[in-house]
């Protein structure tokens, strides 16, 4: 069964520090990788994507990378802001069929003054 | 240019009423979707529509009718509404072209709680 697993599950940091989110999965084979952004009370809203011969993208302060052999993405998140505050969902398209998303559970990330 | 709309943002049913959720996109795409959203799950997928006039099946489907009204709308029905369907449900649209999905948009959300 297609997963997507992310970690941690939640994490605080302070305003100004970075922080580095992971995202594990096993969609196979697979076409893209996408990062969203989800603030409380909202829609999850497109930070990156990546496809397989990708390594590395960045939006702004957001930078995420790809390793399509052992499967795993990570989001960079430079000089923190408290807009940063939000859950960061990892999304993965497979490649078959009607390109069906696998969601992460997402990672809440608090960021205080 | 609104995007993606839902509505109602919030909705409380008792045990057994019916409702539906309405979505509205103005982005011009093919393919529109409902998901729902529990704490600590991802987004899992309960009906799509790749195209007018056609819909299929998700990943979480049972309780749950939709219809693909017309390009822009497309609206999900809780028959029977049951405590286990209290959840957030969102919306979603992208363009799809020759098995190539694009950026999905995602509406604003509706909170259900079914008591």
């Known amino acids: 069964k297609n997963q997507v697993e992310q970690s941690p599950q939640s994490l605080i940091i302070l305003e100004g520090k970075n922080c580095t989110l992971q995202?594990?999965?096993?969609?196979?084979?697979?076409?893209?990788l996408r990062w969203y952004k989800q603030d409380t009370g909202r829609g999850p809203v497109s930070l990156t994507i990546m496809t397989f011969s990708e390594n590395t993208k960045s939006n702004g302060r957001y930078t995420a990378t790809l390793d399509a052999d052992t499967k795993q993405s990570s989001l960079h998140i430079t000089a923190s802001q408290l807009s940063d505050s939000a859950s960061y969902i990892c999304?993965?398209?497979?490649?078959?069929?009607?390109?069906?998303?696998?969601f992460g559970s997402g990672t809440r990330l608090q960021v205080q003054p | 240019n609104a995007g993606v709309t839902q509505t109602p943002k919030f909705q409380v049913l008792k045990t057994g009423q019916s409702m539906t959720l309405q979505c509205a996109q103005d982005?011009?795409?093919?393919?529109m979707y409902w998901y729902r959203q529990d704490p600590g799950m991802g987004l899992r997928l309960i009906y799509y529509?790749?195209?007018?006039?056609?819909?299929d099946k998700g990943e979480v489907p049972n309780g749950y009718n939709v219809s693909r009204l017309n390009k822009r709308e497309f609206s999900l029905r809780l028959e029977s509404a049951a405590p286990s369907q209290t959840s957030v449900y969102f919306c979603?649209?992208?363009?799809?072209?020759?098995?190539?999905?694009?950026?999905?948009?995602f509406g604003p959300g509706t909170r259900l709680t079914v008591t």
């Open positions: 979603a649209s992208r363009w799809t072209s020759g098995g190539q999905g694009y950026e999905q948009y």
């Open positions: 995202c594990n999965y096993t969609v196979s084979p697979f076409s893209n």
């Open positions: 999304v993965v398209t497979g490649l078959t069929g009607r390109r069906a998303l696998t």
């Open positions: 982005m011009n795409h093919n393919s």
């Open positions: 529509s790749a195209s007018e006039g056609t819909t």
